[in-house]
C-alpha cells in the first residue's frame, strides 16, 4: 500500500539531507580530484612567487596583508564565485527539477555546494598560508579561534552567491556578474589592503560587502589573534550569516519558479 | 474523490509570445491512472510542473487534496514523485547510488532504501549495473535509472513525463507494467505521452492537449465511441500517383497525406463496405497497399483536434 512517509524537519531529518546531499556533490569533484588539487595549488603558488618576484623586499605589514588578502580572496571565489556559478550552472542545466521535486529544503541545498566548495578551497588556503610564511618569511598566528572565524567569513558570502545563482537569467550572465563583482570586491574594497588606504567612497561601498570583515578578521587573526576587533567583525558576519539565511528561506524560490 | 484539482490554471512566460497553456480545469481522481496525452509543444510539461508545484500559474490554482499545491510544497513534493525524463542531477552518481540516495532523500529508512535499490535494479534487469557510472551508461539505460528514482520511495502519487522515450520495446512494455502494478498497489497515477498507442492499454482517463488548451477529457471507452462509426484505412499509392489516388478518394470521407506515397482515410462504417467493393474491383485505382483499422485512441486525438480547429477557423 502507497502511503505518505513522515519527512518533517527533525534533527536526524536534517542531518540525511545534509549527509546525502553532501555525497552527491562530493561524487562531482571524486573523478577529478587531482586536476581539483592541482589547480587550486596553481594558484596560491603562483601568486606567491609572482609577489615575491615584484615585492623582493618590501615591509611585513604589506606581505601579511597580501598573503591575508589572497586566502581571502580564495575564499571569496569559493564563497560567491563558485558557488554563484555552480548554482546558476545547475539551475540551467535542469538539476533543480530532481532537487525541487523531493522533500528537501534548499538551505541544505546550499549549504552542501558550499561545503564542497570550502573542500575544494581547503588546499589552497592552506598552501597560501604555508608558502607564504616560508617564502617571505612572516609569521602567521594560528589558533583555534580561526576554524569559527573562517566558517563564519565562507557562510557570509552564501547569501550573494546563493542569490546570483538562482535568480540569474543564464549561465553566461552569471559568470559575467560574479567576475566583475570578485574583481571589484578584490581589488577596489578592503580585502588585499587596509580600509584608510582606499577613497573615501570606496570605503563606504566596501561596508555593505561581508568580505570586508572577512578580511578585517581573518587578517586579525593571522596577525594578533582574537582581539575585540575580531570579536566585533564576528558579530557583523554573524549578521550577514542570518540575513543570507533569511534570504535564502524567503526570497529565493526553486520549487515554483515564475 | 477528487486527489487533484486544476483550477482554470493559465501561464504566460514574460518573454513568451503566446500563453503556454491557458485556463485548464480538470480533477484527477484518487487511484486512477490518467493520460495528458498531445502533440510536442502542446503546453503538456508546463502543465504537469505547474501541478507539481514546480511553476507557478500565471492564473488560477492547483489543489492537492484541497490546498493549493504552492501552500504546501513539502507535502507535495514527499507526496507526488516525478519522473522528469533523464536523471541530469545524478549523473556522476552510480546506479545504486542514485536510487539509494533518493530513497533516503524522500525518507525511507537505510535498510528499506537499500531492499528497494537492488529490488528495482533487478527488476530492470540491471542488477550488475550497482555499481556503474550513469553518466557511462546508455540513454535507455540513464531513463531507466530515472524511473527507479520516480519509484522509489513508494510515493502515493506517481507523475511520469514521458516514461518510454527512447526505451526498447522490452523495456517500454516493463514500464507500463510498473505503472499498472504501482496502481493496482494504490498509486495514483498521471502519465504525459504523445505515444497514444501505448497509453491507450493503461489509462482510465484520457485528458487530450494542444495549443495550450484542453480539447478533452473523457473515459478511453467514452471517447472512443466519438469514433465508433468510422474505420481508418491506410492507403499506399503506386509510385508517383499519391495525388492522382488523393483525387480518387475525395468524397469518401476526411482524407490525411502520411508520408511521400501515403495517405490516411476516415470513412464511415455505413459507407466503408461500398468502398472496398470498390477499391477491389476497380483496377484502374493506383493503389499498392491498403489496410483497414478500427478506431483507436489516436483516431480519436486526431477527430478532437480537426474538429476543435475547426471550430476555431470558422
Known amino acids: 500500500m502507497h502511503s505518505a512517509i513522515d519527512v518533517r524537519p527533525t534533527g536526524g531529518r536534517i542531518w540525511t539531507e545534509l549527509s546525502i546531499l553532501f555525497r552527491i556533490q562530493f561524487a562531482i569533484v571524486r573523478d ?63 538539476y533543480f527539477t530532481y532537487y525541487a521535486s523531493l522533500p528537501i529544503r534548499k538551505v541544505n541545498f546550499v549549504l552542501t555546494q558550499m561545503l564542497r566548495g570550502l573542500m575544494t578551497t581547503m588546499p589552497s588556503v592552506i598552501i597560501m598560508a604555508a608558502a607564504g610564511e616560508y617564502l617571505f618569511d612572516v609569521h602567521l598566528h594560528y589558533e583555534w579561534g580561526l576554524i569559527p572565524v573562517f566558517i563564519l567569513a565562507v557562510l557570509s558570502m552564501v547569501g550573494i552567491g546563493a542569490g546570483i545563482g538562482f535568480w540569474s537569467p543564464n549561465h553566461q550572465t552569471t559568470s559575467n556578474l560574479v567576475q566583475g563583482l570578485m574583481m571589484f570586491i578584490g581589488f577596489l574594497s578592503p580585502v588585499m589592503m587596509e580600509r584608510d588606504q582606499l577613497p573615501l567612497v570606496l570605503q563606504w561601498i566596501g561596508y555593505v560587502f561581508p568580505t570586508t570583515y572577512a578580511a578585517s578578521a581573518l587578517r586579525e587573526m593571522l596577525t594578533a589573534g582574537w582581539t575585540n576587533e575580531v570579536s566585533v567583525n564576528v558579530l557583523i558576519m554573524l549578521l550577514f550569516v542570518l540575513a543570507s539565511y533569511w534570504f535564502i528561506f524567503k526570497m529565493i524560490r526553486w520549487r515554483a519558479s515564475e | 474523490m477528487n486527489l487533484l484539482e486544476i483550477d482554470r490554471v493559465s501561464k504566460v512566460y514574460k518573454r513568451g509570445k503566446s500563453p503556454a497553456n491557458m485556463d485548464i480545469s480538470f480533477s484527477i481522481r484518487e487511484g486512477e491512472i490518467i493520460g495528458l496525452l498531445g502533440p510536442n509543444g502542446a503546453g503538456k510539461s508546463t502543465l504537469v510542473k505547474q ?231 476497380d483496377n484502374s485505382l493506383p493503389i499498392d497497399e491498403y489496410a483497414v483499422y478500427p478506431p483507436s485512441l489516436e483516431d480519436v486525438y486526431v477527430y478532437i483536434d480537426e474538429r476543435k480547429a475547426g471550430a476555431a477557423h470558422a
Open chain 2, 51 to 281: 501541478i507539481v508545484g514546480l511553476l507557478a500559474p500565471s492564473s488560477g490554482e492547483v489543489r492537492y487534496r484541497g490546498v493549493n499545491v504552492l501552500k504546501q510544497q513539502r507535502r507535495v513534493s514527499s507526496e507526488i514523485s516525478y519522473y522528469a525524463q533523464e536523471p541530469h542531477a545524478l549523473g556522476v552518481l552510480t546506479a545504486g547510488e542514485a536510487l539509494l540516495y533518493t530513497g533516503l532523500l524522500r525518507g525511507l529508512p537505510r535498510r528499506e532504501a537499500e531492499i528497494q535499490t537492488r529490488e528495482l535494479l533487478e527488476r530492470f534487469d540491471m542488477g550488475d549495473l550497482i555499481n556503474r557510472p550513469i553518466k557511462r551508461m546508455s540513454g535507455g539505460q540513464r531513463r531507466m535509472i530515472g524511473m527507479g528514482t520516480t519509484l522509489i520511495g513508494d510515493a502515493p502519487v506517481l507523475v511520469f513525463d514521458e516514461p518510454t522515450n527512447e526505451l526498447d520495446p522490452l523495456n517500454r512494455k516493463l514500464v507500463w507494467d510498473l505503472i499498472v502494478e504501482r496502481n493496482r498497489r494504490g498509486a495514483t497515477i498521471m502519465l504525459v505521452t504523445h505515444n497514444v498507442l501505448e497509453a491507450e492499454r493503461v489509462v482510465d482517463r484520457v485528458a487530450f492537449v494542444n495549443h495550450g488548451q484542453l480539447l478533452e477529457i473523457d473515459s478511453v471507452a467514452h471517447l472512443k465511441q466519438r469514433v465508433d462509426g468510422r474505420l481508418k484505412l491506410d492507403l499506399t499509392a503506386a509510385y508517383g500517383e499519391v495525388e492522382r489516388l488523393i483525387g480518387r478518394m475525395e468524397g469518401w470521407g476526411d482524407i490525411q497525406r502520411t508520408g511521400e506515397h501515403r495517405i490516411r482515410l476516415y470513412v464511415n462504417k455505413e459507407r466503408a463496405g461500398r468502398l472496398l467493393d470498390w477499391m477491389i474491383h
Open chain 1, 32 to 94: 577529478q580530484w587531482i586536476i581539483v588539487l592541482l589547480m587550486a595549488t596553481i594558484f596560491p603558488l603562483s601568486t606567491l612567487l609572482s609577489m615575491k618576484f615584484m615585492f623582493g623586499a618590501t615591509t611585513h605589514q604589506i606581505m601579511v596583508n597580501l598573503i591575508v588578502g589572497n586566502i581571502v580572496f580564495a575564499v571569496i571565489m569559493m564563497g560567491f564565485n563558485a558557488l554563484g556559478q555552480e548554482i546558476s550552472w545547475q539551475k540551467h542545466q535542469g
